[in-house]
Every structure is written in C-alpha cells, then in structure tokens.
C-alpha cells in the first residue's frame, strides 16, 4: 500500500494521512474524465474524490473445482483507476458485498443449470417451488491488495460433468452514501471447462441491446448489470412461488415486453411477476421487431439463435393464447415437443407474413415490397416577407423513379408542406386565414409541378407574414397505400410516409439561422426504432415542433392540455412516476400515465426519468432559456406558464416545485432559472439529475 493511500477510520470520521505536497497537487489536478455528468462524483469536492476514489470494478481472475468438489474464485475489487478496495471498508472507504453464482450448461442443452438452488413457498403456504440462486457465505481469504479468494460454502457433486461449460458469476455494491456520493455496483462472469478446454456459453443478446433503452440494467436492487449474470439464475430450473410461472430469461423477457399485445392481456387476462404487474407494459417500438433486441452488430455469441432455434417457451410467451398440447391456434396441430418446430418456421421463407421466423414477424409497413417514398428539399424562391415562397424539392421512390405528385392525391396518400417561423421560437407567426397556431398546412399533390426527372415546385398559397424577420422554415410529410400480399388470405392493407425532411430561408435577407437542436431523432430511435406518429406522417423532431409550439394546446373545455413539444414528451415519459405524484397526462382518448419509462433506477426498476441525455443532444437539458414564448397550459395550475418552467413543471408537478418555481418568475423580468440551474450553478440540471 502507497503512503498517499494510507487511511486511518475513527467511527465514521475519517483522518487521512497524507503527504502535503501530494495533497496540493490533488487538490489543483483538473476533473477527472472517468465520470461522466450522469455520476454524482463528477459535481464533488476533488479531495473527497481523491480520497474516495469512487466506483466499483469487479473482476475474476481465475476459478477452479477440486476433486472433493470444493470451489474457489479467485477475484479482484479496484475503483476505476484500478487501486485494490478493501472488502471491509477499513484501508479503503466504503465496505464491498459480494455474492457468487455458479452454473454449467449440461451436454445437450443450451442454457445454465445452478449448482446452487433454494426452495421458495407461496405466501398462501400452497405452492413450493425450486429457485437458482447464489451464495455469500464461503470464505473469503485476502491474497494482495484488493485481491481475494473465496472458497464456495456448497461444494459441487463429485459426479459433475468436468467437460462441461460452466460460469462462474459475481456480483454486488460499494456503499458511499454516507460521503453522498450513493452505491456503486458491477458484476462480472467467467466462462471456464474445468478439465481444460474451451467453454461453450450461452450469449443470444448482449446487454449493449436492452442498454439502448434501459440506459443500464440493474435489478434486484440495482447489482445485477448484466445479461451474462442474469441468465446464471434466469433459466427454466427457476420460477416464481405465487404464480408457478418460470422466469426463465426467454420467457420472462418476451412477456414483460409484450405487456398490453399479450393475447391473454388482451382477453382480460394479465402478466404478473410476484406483486409487479407488466400487463400495462407498452413497448415503444412494434414487437415484431425482433432483431431489435437480437442485435447481431452487437456481435452475441449465437446472434441468430433466435431465428434459428424456435421452442415452444420462447414463441409462446407472446404467442400465449397458443396451446401446443392441444393445437389450439395452432393450426390444431399439437406440439408435444420442440423437435419439429424447425421444420414449419424456417428462418427465412419465400413471402413476407408467412410461417417463417422472419417471415412472420414483418411488419407490414416496412415491407419489402413498397416501392418507397423519398422526398429532398432543394430550395426555396420567393420567401421573402408578405411573399408567397416556392419549394423546389424531388419526389421519387427508393428506386429512383419520378413519382407523380397526383397519385398522392386520394386517402391515405398525401403530400404536404409546411411552413414556420421565425426559428428563433416557433408559434409567433401569424399566418392570413388560418386558425393553427405559427403554422401553415398546405396540401399539394394537386398543384406541385413536376418535371420528367421527379424534380417539382409547389407554390405556397398562404404568403409569409409581411411583418415576418429572420429564418423560417419549411417541413415536408408525405405518405402511400401499401397492399401486401394483394389477393391472397393473408393481404394486409397499410401505409408508409417519407422520412420528414426540413429546409430554413431568410424572409428578411438576413443570415439563415436553423432551429436550435435540443434532441436527436436518432436517440428516440434507440427505443422506438423508427418514430412515426399521425398515420404515419411525421417521424422527425425537428419537424415535429413545427406544431408543437408553446400555442397549441389539444382538446377544449375541461379536457384541453398543453401539446408544446417538451411538456408534452416530458409528460408523456413521466408517465407512472406523475401518476405516484398525483397527476395525469390525457390527450384525447390516450391516456400516458401508466407508460413506464425504460430506463432503470439506481434500485433496479424501470422509470428512471433523471438521465436526459438520452434524449438531449449537447447539454440541452441545461441551457437557458429553453424558449421565448410562453406556453398555453390549460388545466395546469396556471393557464400560460414561462417557458423553462412549462419544461420542467411537465415532471415536478407537486404544488411546492410549482411555488419555487412560480416564485423565482418576475413579471417584468422573467424567469431566474439559470441563477441556480444552468450548467454551471450550483444546482445545475445535470447535477441535480446525476446517480
């Protein structure tokens, strides 16, 4: 142990012996780079962070079974720099738990068996069932600096299978929550075959594809991180006391992501995992998206496993009003086991919605088979103030070939144009004859012209205010009618719309100024995939504020509610955590208080709303004023709310965040938020949002 590392604990106060000099040097060191703005470490005083050092890295190094069975794992626990941690919290602050897992993959199967189980008892005392799961209780014996040794409490049969794949697992915490810098946690696996050899693991998925939405996994109170530990406990040999269900990872995972669209929910039925009910989980991209989870360019160990591998477990947990004993909906064809599933659903068929795997998991409005839409925006003539702009834009297919903006004349198809402005904050514009907010909508496959090579121009009939100044903007939605399979039993009638595109133009010849970028579509995409909202017409958030500006507002009378863009994805996202908050979100008939947020706590449940950066780009979150204008919200606790505090009030809805926030808004002078909030106060947003 290094003199500069030498800690001395009297109760909970903590004397640190170091060496003055490099201490001065600590404490005038720049911040360091392993954290990022989402850890409270990031905002605290350096020496606290010097002296703490905190995080949790776990590492096994190596792991071996005797011939009596008996098993050891040899393992390290650093912070992220990779100085050793005392276990007990005494040379290094803040004690570590640790827990192991142990589990093989028996010869012909694929996925784990624990040597480690436990009985578990419904709470009527009517139903036992097995469990596996892991053990803390071994010996642990310290071989160097935050390395150890720990000896299993359960010994393996003497019989096992030495030729066999198996994982050896950790996991746990690092407790700091007395320094307010919370716990810290990790796990980590090792595949080994214990008479030599190399192993054979499970991986059909890797934790980067469920980190796309869930930010980071980390149930059961937040240490189990990742999908290779998970699937040690989650396997067919354990299930749940009070519903005898399995939780086997397949199955478990498929219906929780099913919610609502499970067959059974849909009956009246619901899925529940001990007192959690999933029945109301709405998943935010189209289940049949399967590769979306199954994400081969994560590289997984068997990334087609899914694809080429059906079972009766895994297709049936969301196909659960399917009976394979007796056939029903099934074709009346009784499966007694997984032998033959192969041979009906092969990978890939001949047709889109057809028995295969892939096949019938198309979704109809990204069929192969339609021939596209795809729509640029070239420039803009004629957009100066009181004057009626051009759009010269291209209209073709994926293929290339001109579209005739006719054809887009009759329901569903359509093509139209939208006009905006000025970027500086979208609703101020007062469009002749309309009564939309800031906006103008103007149908045009009537009157666009085009030439033989798909280039056209639409002329707009409603001119640019002439009082107008600055940048405007103009967006495009265009969408087709799609049959597919046309004729046949199966024929699916759809629609698909063009990707929006965006153009800005000067209405007063000053430079163009685009719209001020506070999100990426690209990140909504991390869940939702592919975002497209209003049959399938807009699906670009730089489009999408274009209407949803700080003056519109959806419904009237008592059932009226703020639709500007960051309430209403605010309090959309907020979901479950507005309604424990007593409030609610509700437009039209959707009602938006049960979605539950992807993301996961710090104690390992979905809901976590404090990361966004997910959806943020460039520390958005933190830089005011989020707008000019003030937003209409109808049925608030006040009808026309400042703008940054319409943002933030759609999830700190209480009545006291409300009072703090109206008491830091002067009528004269507008709102103080960035005093305290902005990035670099005190408690600036990202602070006050970090783990």
């Known amino acids: 142990m290094r003199i500069s590392d030498c800690r001395v604990w009297v109760g909970r106060g903590v004397i640190a012996l170091a060496v003055i000099a490099g201490a001065a040097v600590l404490s005038s060191a720049t911040k360091k780079t392993v954290f990022t703005p989402r850890d409270k470490a990031y905002y605290a005083d350096q020496n606290t962070i010097s002296f703490v050092r905190p995080g949790l890295t776990m590492k096994i190094v190596s792991t071996k079974i005797a011939a009596d069975g008996t098993v050891t794992v040899d393992y390290k626990l650093t912070d992220p720099k990779g100085l050793g941690l005392d276990r007990l919290g005494i040379q290094t602050p803040g004690s570590v738990a640790v827990s192991f897992l142990l589990t093989y993959i028996a010869k012909g199967d694929t996925q784990y068996t624990s040597y480690i189980t436990r009985q578990r008892t419904s709470t009527d005392g009517k139903n036992t069932v097995t469990q596996a799961t892991g053990e803390n209780n071994g010996t642990q014996t310290q071989i160097?600096?935050?390395?150890?040794?720990?000896?299993?409490?359960?010994?393996?049969?003497?019989?096992?299978?030495?030729?066999?794949?198996?994982?050896?697992g950790i996991y746990g915490s690092r407790n700091l929550s007395e320094f307010d810098l919370g716990t810290n946690y990790d796990d980590d696996i090792l595949d080994f075959v214990p008479a030599g050899g190399t192993p054979a693991p499970r991986e059909v998925i890797k934790t980067e594809s469920c980190n796309k939405c869930h930010d980071s996994l980390g149930f059961h109170g937040g240490s189990r991180r990742s999908l290779g530990l998970c699937i040690m406990c989650h396997q067919p040999q354990t299930k749940e006391p009070n519903g005898n269900q399995t939780v086997d990872m397949k199955v478990m995972t498929h219906k929780i992501h099913m919610g609502e669209e499970l067959p059974s929910v849909k009956a009246g039925g619901k899925y529940a995992i001990g007192s959690t009910d999933w029945s109301t989980v709405a998943l935010p991209s189209d289940p049949r998206r399967c590769a979306e989870?199954?994400?081969?360019?994560?590289?997984p160990l068997q990334p087609e496993a899914w694809n080429t591998n059906p079972s009766r477990a895994a297709c049936g947990s969301c196909h659960d009003d399917v009976n394979f004993a007796t056939g029903q909906n099934h074709l009346n064809l009784p499966q007694v086991d997984d032998k033959q599933c192969a041979g009906c659903h092969i990978p890939q068929g001949e047709l889109e919605l057809d028995a295969s795997i892939k096949g019938a998991h198309v979704v109809p409005e990204e069929s192969a088979t339609a021939p596209g839409i795809v729509i640029n925006l070239l420039k803009v003539d004629n957009g100066g103030a009181g004057k009626f702009p051009t759009i010269n834009f291209t209209l073709k297919d994926k293929a290339g070939k001109p579209i005739d903006p006719a054809s887009l004349a009759v329901t569903p198809n359509k093509i139209s144009f939208v006009m905006t402005g000025p970027t500086t904050d979208y609703g101020a514009a007062v469009f002749t004859g309309v009564t939309s907010p800031g906006y103008v909508s103007e149908n045009a496959p009537t009157t666009a012209k085009c030439g033989q090579d798909g280039t056209c121009t639409y002329t707009f009939t409603h001119n640019v205010p002439a009082s107008a100044t600055g940048t405007f903007a103009i967006g495009v939605e265009a969408r087709r009618a799609l049959v597919v399979l046309p004729g046949?039993?199966?024929?699916?009638?759809?629609?698909?719309?063009?990707?929006?595109?965006?153009?800005?133009?000067?209405?007063?010849?000053?430079?163009?100024?685009?719209?001020?970028?506070?999100?990426?579509?690209?990140?909504c995409n991390q869940c939702h995939v592919r975002l497209s909202l209003h049959g399938e017409n807009r699906n670009n958030t730089e489009y999408c504020v274009f209407c949803h500006n700080p003056n519109l507002v959806a419904g009237s009378g008592t059932a009226a509610v703020p639709v500007n863009f960051s309430y209403m994805v605010h309090s959309i996202h907020f979901g479950e955590n507005m309604t424990a908050d007593g409030g609610s979100y509700k437009i039209g008939s959707t009602e938006f208080a049960e979605v539950r947020y992807p993301a996961m706590t710090a104690g390992g449940r979905p809901g976590d709303t404090t990361n966004c950066a997910m959806c943020h780009v460039?520390?958005?979150?933190?830089?005011?004023?989020?707008?000019?204008?003030?937003?209409?919200?109808?049925?608030r606790l006040s009808d026309v709310t400042p703008a940054t505090v319409a943002a933030c009030s759609a999830c700190h809805i209480t009545r006291s965040a409300?009072?703090?926030?109206?008491?830091?808004?002067?009528?004269?002078y507008g709102e103080s938020c960035s005093s305290c909030h902005d990035v670099s106060g005190q408690f600036s947003v990202q602070k006050e949002h970090a783990k």
């Not at 049969?157 to 030495?162: G, L, Q, V």
């Open 144 to 168: 160097a600096e935050g390395e150890y040794l720990y000896t299993f409490s359960n010994k393996v049969p003497k019989t096992f299978d030495a030729t066999a794949s198996h994982r050896v």
């Open 658 to 668: 409300m009072a703090h926030m109206s008491a830091q808004t002067d009528p004269k």
């Open 488 to 523: 046949t039993v199966k024929e699916v009638s759809t629609r698909y719309g063009v990707d929006n595109k965006v153009i800005y133009f000067s209405v007063d010849g000053s430079p163009v100024v685009k719209r001020r970028q506070i999100v990426d579509t690209a990140k």
């Open 293 to 299: 989870c199954h994400d081969a360019s994560n590289k």
């Open 618 to 635: 460039n520390g958005s979150e933190g830089v005011f004023p989020v707008g000019l204008l003030a937003v209409k919200t109808p049925n």
